[in-house]
């Protein structure tokens, strides 16, 4: 087996020389761990190129359907109104913050803002990353000020996202944290979570302090009370416990049973868009955030999807953890004879592996739901005695 690779971070470069043997730089490789750009030559419908049977790549053509900001919200929003008509459907509720995207949704926006006056914003490129140009206001003038100049030309590209901020979130030590989770189809148990360095304050004279708000390693990593030995970082066991001990086991549990299905449905929104090429496998970042201002109730809140969440290794436990994950994906991804692969389908029912654990198997939803249609008629054919029989049951889905 044959690999290649667009980055040189340990996790991936030891990983891959263990698991896959023989690097390559050519275009004979059997697994190959690209950035976006690379991934996006390679299906460029005009100056692509056609994958191999026995090729794995590490992102989907599309995979900005769900990682793009402005588009994940889209895609959440139609889906949810699309899924709400359906009185059977499990939803839950709300899950991304109330969202506009900028400037062509600014007077949507100056609609909500002058509704509710007193709330804070934070703005967002919709394709960045790593805190870059985030800023939050609580003024319209704030906004008018920097945007004076720049919209006339601003490409789609680099459109903003403007969302409510999450004023009360969730605590400790008195400082902000969201969670980063892996997903890939699985929920990757070993996540963890991000703080500021400094004590969170919703004042208005702290609105510019990247340390309060941003929870970005990429940013915290430059304030002077950043700790290298742990890196700002808690890992996922940590903050149930700590959940567990300030609201409740009871508690707990719902909120990471919601966290679970922000995922699934989150996915369920763009499985109609991304395209299903079954070269491809994703290990996404998830960035969740938990809003405590209902303190009888937890509720997360789905910040960005990242396409390419960092691997590189700030702390001892963070490489041993990231070690794990990429790990664990080429467990889950590789097949035991890659020259005969056909397609993720052809490896089986999905099963826990690792750190992955499953959180939604399409094949095996598809085999209950012909289960229960085929009850179904068989049921009313029952009342009817030995009138006309059944229709026949659909076929099972595996």
């Known amino acids: 087996m044959k690999w290649k690779t667009d980055s040189e971070v340990a996790v991936i470069t030891q990983n891959f020389t263990r698991r896959c043997g023989t690097r390559t730089e050519n275009e004979d490789w059997n697994i190959y761990w690209a950035n976006a750009a690379t991934v996006k030559g390679i299906f460029h419908p005009e100056s692509g190129q056609r994958l191999g ?101 601003m490409p789609l590209k680099e459109a903003y996202v403007i969302s409510r901020y999450i004023e009360d979130p969730m605590l400790i030590g008195g400082k902000k944290f969201d969670l980063r989770l892996y997903v890939l189809v699985y929920q990757y148990d070993a996540g963890f979570a991000r703080f500021c360095n400094v004590k969170y304050s919703s004042q208005a004279g702290e609105l510019n302090n990247p340390f309060i708000h941003l929870t970005n390693v990429a940013i915290q990593k430059h304030n002077d009370d950043y700790n290298v030995k742990h890196g700002g970082k808690w890992n996922l066991q940590h903050v149930r416990l700590f959940v567990e001990a300030t609201w409740g086991r009871e508690a707990s549990a719902k909120l990471f049973d919601d966290i679970d299905r922000i995922i699934i449905h989150s996915l369920k929104a763009v499985q109609g868009s991304i395209i299903n090429d079954r070269h491809c496998f994703e290990c996404y970042g998830y960035d969740i955030l938990i809003d405590a201002r209902l303190c009888a109730h937890l509720k997360p809140w789905l910040v960005e999807v990242n396409a ?51 959180l939604y198997d399409e094949a095996l939803e598809a085999q209950l739901k012909a289960e229960a249609e085929q009850a179904a008629p068989n049921r009313g054919a029952q009342r009817r005695g030995s009138q006309a029989g059944a229709k026949q049951a659909p076929s099972r889905f595996f």
């Open 53 to 153: 049977d026995a090729q794995l790549i590490n992102h989907y053509p599309n995979h900005y359907e769900l990682t793009r900001k402005d588009l994940m919200v889209k895609n959440i929003k139609r889906y949810l109104r699309d899924a709400s008509r359906d009185a059977t459907a499990d939803l839950p509720p709300d899950f991304v913050p109330v969202t506009y995207m900028l400037p062509a949704d600014y007077s949507l926006f100056v609609e909500e803002f002058r509704r509710c006056p007193n709330a804070m914003w934070i703005m967002k490129p919709a394709n960045a990353a790593q805190g870059r140009g985030i800023f939050i206001i609580n003024k319209l003038s704030q906004i008018k000020r920097w945007s004076n100049g720049r919209w006339a030309n």
């Open 308 to 358: 390419s969440p960092s691997l590189s290794t700030t702390t001892h436990s963070d490489r041993v953890m990231k070690m794990a994950l990429i790990r664990d994906v080429l467990d889950v991804v590789l097949p035991k004879d890659i020259t005969n692969y056909r397609g993720a389908f052809t490896l089986g029912p999905c099963e826990d592996a690792g750190g992955f654990s499953v």
